[in-house]
């Protein structure tokens, strides 16, 4: 018959070899967690890095992509009509599509507005732009307008077309010259595309003109 101290000794010996050996797997444990940590740093970083090298990759692949979309015209032209019917016609030497904006760069642009005879205005200039979307020609430096009915020419640093209505407007100084004389104001605003003309000042810069006596009388 076992006797109650000796199964005292073997229930303490076996919650002792129990311990030792919970001991032992944790220390496995810390042992293995301690090999595999840096090893984890690494990966970690290692990857952190490589999203960072793939977002500039796919940064620069986009910004490629854009400038790819870019459409560049050679000496074309662009044709529409106002609300009232009547028709335009944008030509450049140049236009080069913004991939970004979907608006066009203009060189050398010419534009005609026609109003159904052959009476016909003319706006010429270095540069501009064609915004497709908002249906407006912003043209300049250098610009010169043309009127083919009166004969008059204005000369002004920017002129804006817009092509819905036809109005064509400059609020960078004018200076016009014509059968009748001769004209110079702070803005203009030339409405009915071409058939009507409206100078404007503002402080000093006070719309001044003389007139053309012979003009006037032929």
């Given at each position: 018959?076992t006797e109650?101290?000796?199964?005292?000794?073997?229930e303490d010996e076996?919650?002792?070899?129990?311990?030792a050996?919970?001991?032992?797997v944790?220390?496995?444990?810390v042992r293995l967690?301690?090999r595999?940590l840096?090893v984890?740093?690494?990966?970690?970083?290692?990857?952190t890095?490589s999203?960072i090298?793939?977002?500039?990759?796919?940064s620069d692949?986009e910004?490629?992509a854009g400038?790819?979309r870019?459409?560049?015209?050679e000496k074309s032209?662009?044709?529409g009509?106002?609300?009232?019917?009547r028709?335009?016609?944008?030509?450049?030497?140049r236009a080069?599509?913004?991939?970004?904006?979907?608006?066009?760069r203009?060189?050398g642009?010419a534009?005609?507005?026609n109003?159904?005879?052959?009476?016909v205005?003319?706006?010429?200039?270095?540069?501009?732009?064609?915004?497709?979307?908002?249906r407006?020609v912003?043209?300049?430096?250098?610009v010169?307008i043309?009127?083919?009915g009166?004969?008059f020419?204005l000369v002004?640093?920017e002129a804006?077309?817009?092509?819905?209505?036809?109005?064509?407007?400059?609020?960078k100084?004018?200076?016009?010259?014509?059968?009748?004389?001769?004209?110079?104001a702070s803005?203009?605003?030339?409405y009915e595309?071409g058939e009507r003309?409206?100078f404007?000042?503002?402080?000093?810069n006070?719309v001044?003109?003389?007139?053309n006596?012979?003009?006037?009388?032929?």
């Open positions: 018959m109650p101290a000796d199964t005292r000794a073997a076996a919650r002792v070899a129990a311990t050996e919970a001991f032992r944790r220390s496995r444990r967690m301690r595999l840096p984890l740093i690494v990966i970690l970083a290692g990857g890095i999203w090298a793939l977002r500039t990759v796919m692949v910004r490629k400038t790819s870019e459409v560049t015209l032209r662009f044709l009509q106002d609300a009232e019917g028709s335009f016609v944008v030509g450049f030497e080069v599509r913004d991939g970004q904006t979907g608006r066009y203009l060189v642009p534009l005609r507005l109003l159904g005879g052959r009476k205005t003319t706006l010429t200039a270095d540069g501009g732009t064609y915004d497709e979307t908002a407006t912003t043209i300049g430096p250098n010169r043309s009127d083919g009166s004969g020419t002004t640093p804006v077309v817009d092509t819905r209505t036809g109005i064509v407007t400059g609020a100084g004018v200076q016009g010259s014509g059968p009748l004389g001769t004209v110079t803005s203009y605003a030339i595309q003309v409206v404007s000042g503002s402080g000093d006070k001044r003109g003389t007139i006596a012979a003009g006037s009388d032929g």
